[in-house]
């Protein structure tokens, strides 16, 4: 027995293993139900093929998307604020930030803060350095700084060289999710395809006037 290349669209099972299965549907019964070998369902795989565009189209990324400093320039803007500072707990404070940064923000930031939440406490840990940067205290502008925990650190990207000379340090396109996303959907279709594609083609119908 063995696995057989020359029409794998067809059957990757040789013909002793395919006899093998289909002598074992003919004796078995799955709850009273016997096995008909019949092919997978056209709707089922046109179902399997939207649930991956619908993820891709909707998600854009997945995963991957690592925050950086500029998503919370509109917290920090509005720690110091009276409405703020008249909140008595941290949690009531960052409830009313994030709404409030969520309404002025714009394009894609909505969802970066609303994936990446962040606590009165970090907020208080990640202000000084923020506001640095945005008085030109660094090289780089926020873009280029990841928040990781209750700091800031320069993102490990190099990208394309700028006009000042520095290289780009932002996340690039491809590594927030895409490439992952790719190679798993990759990797699930073509496993569905040497699973399915073991069994005896569905032309080939057991007997099941034998099953017992």
Excluded at 102 to 119: C, F, L, N
Excluded at 131 to 143: H, I, N, R
Aim: glycine fraction near 8%; charged fraction near 20%; aromatic fraction near 10%.
């Amino acid at each position: 027995m063995g696995w057989k290349f020359d029409q794998p669209l067809y059957c990757l099972s040789d013909e002793q293993e395919q006899k093998e299965m289909l002598e074992l549907m003919e004796k078995t019964k799955f709850g009273g139900l016997s096995e008909g070998n019949n092919k997978l369902p056209m709707p089922l795989v046109a179902l399997c093929g939207l649930i991956i565009l619908t993820a891709f189209m909707i998600t854009q990324p997945i995963w991957g998307q690592r925050p950086n400093a500029e998503i919370y320039t509109d917290f920090v803007a509005l720690m110091d604020s009276p409405e703020v500072q008249r909140l008595a707990t941290g949690e009531e404070k960052m409830k009313f930030i994030t709404q409030q940064a969520m309404a002025k923000a714009t394009g894609r930031t909505p969802g970066d803060i609303e994936r990446h939440p962040m606590s009165w406490n970090d907020l208080l840990n990640v202000s000084a350095s923020i506001k640095e940067v945005q008085a030109g205290g660094g090289q780089y502008d926020l873009a280029s700084y990841n928040v990781i925990g209750n700091r800031i650190q320069l993102a490990n990207f190099e990208g394309y060289v700028q006009a000042n000379g520095l290289r780009e340090r932002k996340q690039p396109w491809f590594d927030k999710g895409y490439a992952i996303d790719i190679f798993y959907v990759s990797y699930f279709c073509l496993t569905m395809v040497l699973v399915i594609k073991q069994l005896p083609h569905f032309t080939r119908k057991p007997d099941m006037s034998k099953a017992s």
